[in-house]
């Protein structure tokens, strides 16, 4: 689970219906002068948009889903939205507000295949995230991981999608790591 200014995002795995364990991300401090002998390190400015950031193992094969909650007290009209992205791309966004209880889960991206040609209705699919099973050995192309980022905004109003227009919600976001995450068709 992260934790930052009131919102926690955990990931949950299905093999065990748990959070999954997480470890400390720190990135490598930068000498100042790598020819110095000492431990001088260079801090970086504080950042304009702060973070939280985890590692989580993987569990192959293992569907993944997050739940999120935000703490209270909050005004009747406050919402927050969050934008789903996988290696940089973007896969999904949702809000969360008084309506949901200002907690809830994010399982599936919904992607609009467009319309039936018998009903004349829209076709939409659901896809899941899970880590891939290990056993393809591709190079990784110089990545250690893969990243999940989730983006939490305050917003103060939301304006609807009325259409549906194909492709949307579609993005590829398969990884080149064997383990890594993939987006699943579900039935």
């Not at 569990?59 to 909050?74: A, K, L, N, R, V």
Request: glycine share 8%.
């Amino acid at each position: 689970m992260v934790k930052f200014r009131g919102i926690e995002i955990c990931i949950i795995s299905q093999f065990d219906i748990c959070k999954l364990p997480e470890f400390q991300y720190c990135k490598p401090p930068r000498l100042k002068d790598p020819f110095q002998a000492s431990n001088q390190h260079e801090h970086p400015s504080s950042s304009p948009y702060p973070t939280a950031a985890c590692f989580v193992p993987t569990y192959p094969g293992s569907q993944i889903w997050f739940e999120y909650t935000i703490d209270g007290p909050h005004p009747l009209e406050a919402a927050w939205f969050f934008k789903l992205f996988i290696n940089g791309r973007a896969i999904t966004s949702w809000d969360c507000t008084f309506k949901h209880g200002f907690h809830g889960k994010m399982m599936y991206n919904l992607v609009s295949e467009g319309v039936d040609p018998d009903t004349g209705d829209a076709v939409v699919k659901r896809q899941a995230l899970r880590f891939g099973d290990g056993l393809d050995d591709r190079e990784r192309g110089g990545q250690d991981e893969d990243l999940i980022q989730i983006n939490v905004h305050r917003i103060e109003h939301k304006k609807r999608v009325r259409d549906l227009e194909p492709g949307l919600g579609q993005a590829d976001a398969a990884s080149a790591n064997a383990d890594g995450l993939r987006r699943v068709h579900l039935r």
